[in-house]
């Protein structure tokens, strides 16, 4: 039987301010943190204080997520030593989908670019 992740069962309440941190320190913003993951899952404020509040762990955080952007799939490049694209686990790639886009954020790339839109047809 193959044990699950640590990571799923790590408590969102404690990632989120290593996010908003790793960003700060980079000049950007927690409100911009929050974007990010509002793109990524469909958690507003209020969803995001309940989660916390809560101490609700990664596993359960993406299952409940509002609204999973359907654009998650634009996300590309390697984070940790992998490439997101080819992460086979479902919530594994989920996890390190936002570790990328909170990621790109801290490197300076603009939003536009970091909130991933299709191309035009």
Known sequence: MVQPHKVY???????YP???GKAERKGRTRAEVDQVIAWLTGYDAAGLAKVMADDVDLETFFAQAPAFNPN?????GAICGYRV???EDPLMQKIRYLDKLVDELAKGK???SILRQPAAV
Not at 72 to 76: D, S
């Open 9 to 15: 069962a790590m408590k969102f309440a404690k990632l």
């Open 18 to 20: 290593l996010y908003v």
């Open 85 to 87: 694209e080819e992460i």
């Open 110 to 112: 603009k939003m536009a």
């Open 72 to 76: 998650a799939h634009l996300i590309k």
